[in-house]
């Protein structure tokens, strides 16, 4: 495979709104994130994913996009990003835009028009349908809850929002509109940014009459003419949403000889705590046999086809540490063993914001204390379906989108530092014992596993190319690996249990890359792994 750049990057996700104020308004915003570049540039990233900073009403927090080219007023302005993407390129960060071209906002110019009657030029930029006897096309359900279809009592028709009903979903269909996107993502390109993240890119090739969302026909049809018309001759990075991805689908998109994509989100691992065939709040416990068995299928079929991407977190998940981890007494190991298992794999690792300092899920007791439109939908239709309070409550505290979206933890001061105003979502409690500044002034803190997992990225080949091998003959919840590549090879342990397990290392010589615990000697042979215990050994090759 043709070396790229973003090959060996590690990605930082930054979630403007909850990163850092610098207006006192409650709301972060560029200034806000150029003032942390040199923390960002101290932890070793290359590039940072921002998600949508784009004009918005904010229905879905910048997803419901009303103007692809202008700033978000409480962000700042565009001068502030010509300003971000120079400061971050002075420190050889890359700029990675979020891409939502699935929807726009129902007050983009182009619905305000469409919506104004059945024969406007933009009307078909947009998926309308007649009722069908009187009521919706059909069953298609919105993300958000309820029917994805959404009656203009103007025209007498129906609208397709697959998200909420101030998302309006385009019509990829039509060649006008791809040409206009095509010539947005080129403005931004020619602002000098790095690429592009596109939110759920798997849907742009709908067939809405038959119910098919994700995955449409012309799909791939869209991303090669996208390609062509845009990247495709520059030197960028681009990583797709797509949530039904099967490795069969990732080599579709990823395949460097089909010009689509640099790589993709796959989302395979992420449902493993969901009860199949219902959705994200419908829980079951994780099965580690079954997150072993899928992150290594990932590992070793995409082969040189295609490249993928690795996290535990963003900003519409909740907090690893306090999903699959321990986010009380174990937080520190957790927090360290679960980079230690991601950051040692084939792909490229993306850490969203907070994730290295260990920040954790903030428990709601009220559904007054969520902000995200998915979550209150949600509650409110759960609540009209006969489901208990307390049984609704238990899946947003699991699973809810403000998890993640509580602001970034950067000192002991009011609001963690965030702002000087009232944060537009509350700020954890834990943040005085959370926050960046302890993170950087303990040696051994999280901050510092991750700074040394990036570092480690960029000297050895070994993590980017080595060749994965799983170790079958461990206890359950242990997952422990082989990176191989010419003469090297690594070993990867991690014990995914506040339990001790037992294991027996294999014969040769060793020593040791990272750990989580404090290591004395490089572990041999028997060995009892303590609760969340990770650690790398390098064979040590002798010269011949
Ligand atoms: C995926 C984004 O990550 C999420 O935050 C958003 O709500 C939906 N796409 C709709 O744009």
Redesign the pocket.
Known sequence: MEEKWWHQSVVYQVYPRSFQDTNDDGVGDLQGVISRLDYLSYLGIDTVWLSPVYESPND?NG?DISDYQAIMAEFGTMADMGQLIEEAKKRDIKIIMDL?V??TSDEHAWFIEARKSKTNPYRDYYIWRDPVAGKEPNQLRSIFSGSAWEFDPESGQYYLHL?SKK?PDLNWENEQLRQEIHQMMNFWIEKGIGGFRM??IDTIGKLPDQEITSNGPKLHEYLQEMNQATFGTKDLMTVG?TWGATTEIAKLYSDPKRNELSMIFQFEHIGLDQQSGKDKWDLKPLSIPELKQVLSKWQTSLGNDGWNSLFWN???LPRIISRWGNDQTYREESGKMFAILLHMMKGTPYIYQGEEIGMTNYPISEIAQAQDI?TINMYYERLSLGYTKENILRSINAKGRDNARTPMQWDRSPNAGFTKGIPWLHVNPNYKEINVQSALADKHSIFYTYKKLIELRKQHEIIVWGEYQLITETPDDVFAYYRLYEEEKWLIVCNISEKTNQISLPSGDFSIVIANYPQEETPKGEITLRPYEAFVLKKNVRPM
């Open positions: 879905d997803y939502v699935n929807h998200y998302q939110d759920v949403e963003n900003h519409d998915e």
